[in-house]
Every structure is written in structure tokens, then in C-alpha cells.
Nanobody, 124 residues
Framework: QVQVLESGGGLVEAGGSLRLSCVAS????????MGWFRQAPGKERELVSA????????YYVDSVKGRFSISSDNAKNTVDLQMNSLKAEDAATYYC?????????????????WGRGTQVTVSS
């Protein structure tokens, strides 16, 4: 079992920055890949970024490349998502997720554990 808990969402002006943090706990944490998903109203949940516990970023969705940066700290079991140059289209509920194994998958159905989500609102 793995538990994940997000924090760090909020309201930010377009062009601003936010940092999301996820804490993972449980015996199986080291056997997982971690990811950040987001879901805007009326849209499907999409994988934003994924990382392993060695700190290697595995994936960024094209729309955030060059603006978002994912990092992991395996001593603290935390995964952060630094979001810069935020746009209105980045507004969504952001979810931290964990998936057993070494690979990431785009489909949210293939991820095993989820946090409750944290809201990111971008004002223009």
C-alpha cells in the first residue's frame, strides 16, 4: 500500500509560479514511479509529468515542457512539481499518483494510488 498527499495549490496570476508537493508513504513506495496528473472541468485527466525515485524525469506533456519541472527526494519520499510561467490553460485540479513498477503510462487507469488533489487557479 502507498498513500500520497498533495499540497501547494492555490491562486496565481498568469505568468506566475507555484510549487506543488507530494508526500508518499507506505512500505511499497520505493517500488513505484510517481506522477502528477491534472484534470480541468469537462476534460479528461492527463499525465503532466512522471519521475522515478532516482530523480530521473520520465515524462512531460508537451504543453508544459520548458515551464514545469518535476523532482523527487527519496530520503523524504517527496515529489515536487515546480510550475513556472503559468497559463490560464494550466488551471485544473492536480493529482499526485503512484504506479508500481519502473514505467509510466499515460492512462490514469493504470496508476495504482492517488491523492485527493489540489486546486490550481490561474487568473488572467
Amino acid at each position: 500500500q502507498v498513500q500520497v498527499l498533495e499540497s501547494g495549490g492555490g491562486l496565481v496570476e498568469a505568468g506566475g509560479s507555484l510549487r506543488l508537493s507530494c508526500v508518499a508513504s507506505g512500505r511499497a513506495v520505493s517500488t513505484t514511479v510517481m506522477g502528477w496528473f491534472r484534470q480541468a472541468p469537462g476534460k479528461e485527466r492527463e499525465l503532466v509529468s512522471a519521475i522515478n525515485w532516482s530523480g530521473r524525469a520520465l515524462y512531460y506533456v508537451d504543453s508544459v515542457k520548458g515551464r514545469f519541472s518535476i523532482s523527487s527526494d527519496n530520503a523524504k519520499n517527496t515529489v515536487d512539481l515546480q510550475m513556472n510561467s503559468l497559463k490560464a490553460e494550466d488551471a485544473a485540479t492536480y493529482y499526485c499518483a503512484a504506479r508500481y513498477g519502473r514505467d509510466y503510462w499515460l492512462s490514469p487507469d493504470t496508476w495504482d494510488y492517488w491523492g485527493r488533489g489540489t486546486q490550481v487557479t490561474v487568473s488572467s
